[in-house]
């Protein structure tokens, strides 16, 4: 009896789970999450080692938020101009050529740093080069992950195991890098950052695409930009999605170039620290990710959105008022769950709403939000940081993430009026009913 009593257990969770990981089952997939996740890693080394560095020569909070400006400034105003390209080009050929040219950026910049010639302004120039790739690669990117999984049935799946990766490697990532910093230099976060785009193009190289017929003719860029922003514009899930991922990004992300100043002059510690700071970021995120992945769709998740953003926001004002360490790495924990869920479910529910043909424009558009508002916040983090303190100027960041929240809540009956009919349409109704009535 007990033993049947366990089989039972096991078979239950197995069969609750089991759709946690369902879009590992496409092998192109399953290419690119392994070869992405280790790339990734060596993405983070090379985040905190670049803050770290800057901060080392400069001291200066302007040029930390100066140099997260130079590297995102791309995406807000080229990103739109990436999603065209993504709408009317092979996606798999334009992620080769962007996984290259991000290997030969961190190459240049760990000569440079192991030499030890590297000037401030070589830093910032780097930066932008990263930029300028990131804003083509990100939306070509975002719109690749229905070609690897074969259609939408595993899409929210593979976005929430997306986040899932990004946020192992923000576990992984930061940590290694307050210790090689800490051991060795800032120059060695960034040669293992490039040997590590060699797993990422390597698994590209390694999948079977069908390369889709691409129309000889296309209407004019500018026309397709246009038709792409009133696409977005003119629907209020996705206008409203959209504007409080940008507050958000605004106001809330530029909470991580000011992670050095807190670790070094609030929590008195090193390169160890922020690296130890940014990880409890991660754990967070990474719970959130798993939560995301264990949902069967994307059905409800609206909803989730305000609340997400509004905790995010409460985090950050708790961990400015915070001077003890332990409480502040919990917080940061709280944190990184609430971002995460608030950034990957709107991605989520953005995929599952668009048109085919204006996908790459769409997921753009959501770069623009998501990343391409976080310059504009990192410098003003830096202006205001200088001038009123790290604490302070986190403290009016959370707040306005915050009100951003309870204002898309007073829009939600809208976005569900709107929603539900396009959700309809895809099915994803019908999927919930036949899961409730399923044994």
């Not at 999603?83 to 440079?112: C, E, F, K, M």
């Not at 910032?124 to 083509?136: D, R, S, T």
């Not at 590209?204 to 930009?225: D, G, V």
């Not at 504009?376 to 009016?396: K, P, R, S, Y």
């Amino acid at each position: 009896m007990l033993e049947d009593f366990f089989s039972l257990s096991r078979r239950l969770s197995i069969r609750k789970f089991q759709h946690a990981y369902r879009a590992l089952k496409h092998p192109n997939y399953r290419l690119f999450f392994f070869g992405q996740g280790i790339s990734l890693i060596g993405t983070w080394m090379q985040r905190i080692a670049v803050i770290w560095l800057v901060y080392r020569l400069t001291g200066s909070a302007f040029l930390l938020g100066f140099v997260g400006f130079s590297t995102q400034i791309p995406n807000f105003l080229l990103a739109p101009f990436g999603g065209v390209i993504a709408d009317r080009h092979d996606r798999y050929r334009i992620l080769l050529v962007t996984q290259v040219l991000s290997l030969v950026q961190a190459s240049v910049l760990a000569a440079l740093v192991l030499t030890h010639t590297i000037r401030v302004w070589e830093i910032f120039v780097l930066a932008l080069v990263l930029g300028l790739i990131n804003a083509l690669d990100n939306p070509v990117r975002q719109s690749f992950v229905v070609e690897m999984v074969e259609g939408k049935e595993s899409l929210g799946n593979a976005i929430a195991l997306n986040s899932t990766m990004v946020n192992l490697a923000r576990l992984v990532g930061p940590s290694l890098a307050g210790i090689f910093i800490a051991s060795w230099g800032e120059g060695v976060c960034f040669l293992l950052n490039a040997l590590s785009f060699i797993a990422v193009i390597g698994s590209l190289l390694a999948m079977k695409i069908t390369s889709k017929p691409t129309k000889e003719s296309h209407p004019r860029i500018f026309s397709q930009l246009k038709e792409g922003f009133s696409y977005a514009f003119g629907f209020s899930p996705i206008r409203n999605i959209l504007l409080l991922l940008a507050l958000v990004s605004l106001m809330g992300m530029p909470y991580q170039v000011l992670m050095p100043i807190f670790a070094k002059q609030v929590f008195g510690g090193d390169s160890r620290t922020l690296g130890f700071l940014m990880t409890m970021v991660g754990v967070g995120a990474f719970g959130g990710g798993l939560y995301l992945a264990n949902r069967k769709n994307v059905s409800g998740l609206v909803d989730i959105l305000p609340w997400a953003a509004g905790a995010f926001g409460m985090g950050l004002i708790l961990f400015s008022l915070s001077r003890n360490m332990g409480l502040s790495m919990a917080i940061l924990v709280f944190s990184g769950f609430s971002m995460m869920i608030n950034m990957a479910a709107s991605n989520s529910i953005l995929q599952n709403l668009v048109e085919e043909d204006k996908r790459g424009r769409l997921m753009s558009l959501h770069t623009v939000s998501f990343l391409g508002m976080v310059p504009f916040g990192n410098l003003l983090a830096g202006i205001l940081a200088q001038n009123w303190g790290a604490a302070h100027t986190l403290f009016f960041g959370g707040t306005c993430c915050v009100a951003g929240a309870l204002a898309f809540m007073r829009q939600l009956p809208e976005i569900r009026e709107e929603i539900f009919p396009v959700y309809e349409k895809n099915e994803i109704r019908n999927e919930l009913l036949k899961e409730a009535v399923s044994p």
